[in-house]
T-cell receptor, first 115, second 112 residues
């Protein structure tokens, strides 16, 4: 069974551009989560989608947005890129969207570099 | 907001030694999860804990959910070189936010 898949693996952009990151959850999982892992800052919660709806977002500016498609895959969009957006962006999925006590399974991430 | 303090930050040990690391929180958690991350990869789930006092093993790994629900411990017995990586604790608080809070990680290096 395939795990969580993310694309692209690496993405290089310049300041002010937009980035789109994609994620496919484990088959049967309905919830998708996005986390940012910046150097030295640990994993920071970005967004949670379940059944196509945004259920919660972390303390990030509105230029971080996303969506979940009917097949439960998800996109993360980052507009007006800033240098400090350079990080590993991790997508995770879980079986159900209760919002609590879920086991999250992570993909390998997209390394975004903003020059 | 809820925070997790994970210690130690890093460990450099000899192959065959046992390893212990822990996480503490200022508030109660309902779930504790332990992950391992290797370079260029995402975190891999090692152990999940759901009840206070619960002790769960996965091979040479053993983790415990603290009685106070504010801490958790991970032990690795007889370490081997492939145990190298960053170990993260993570927990769900009491509200249904979907937000998993992570510790800062423990970097483990094993000398053959």
């Amino acid at each position: 069974e395939a795990g969580v898949t993310q694309s692209p693996t690496h993405l290089i952009k310049t300041r002010g551009q937009q980035a789109t990151l994609r994620c496919s959850p484990i088959s049967g999982h309905t919830s998708v989560y996005w986390y940012q892992q910046a150097l030295g800052l640990g994993l920071q919660f970005l967004l949670w989608y379940d059944e196509g709806e945004e259920r919660n977002r972390g303390n990030f500016p509105p230029r971080f947005s996303g969506r979940q498609f009917p097949n439960y895959s998800s996109e993360l969009n980052v507009n007006a890129l800033e240098l400090e957006d350079s990080a590993l962006y991790l997508c995770a999925s879980s079986l159900a969207g209760t919002g609590k006590n879920e086991k999250l399974f992570f993909g390998s991430g997209t390394q975004l570099s903003v020059l | 907001g809820q925070q997790l303090n994970q210690s130690p930050q890093s460990m450099f040990i000899q192959e065959g030694e046992d390893v212990s690391m822990n996480c503490t929180s200022s508030s109660i958690f309902n779930t504790w999860l332990w992950y391992k991350q290797e370079p260029g990869e995402g975190p891999v789930l090692l152990i999940a804990l759901y009840k206070a006092g619960e002790l769960t093993s996965n091979g040479r790994l053993t983790a415990q959910f603290g009685i106070t629900r504010k801490d958790s411990f991970l032990n690795i017995s007889a370490s081997i070189p492939s145990d190298v990586g960053i170990y993260f604790c993570a927990g769900h608080g009491s509200s249904n936010t979907g937000k998993l809070i992570f510790g800062q990680g423990t970097t483990l290096q094993v000398k053959p």
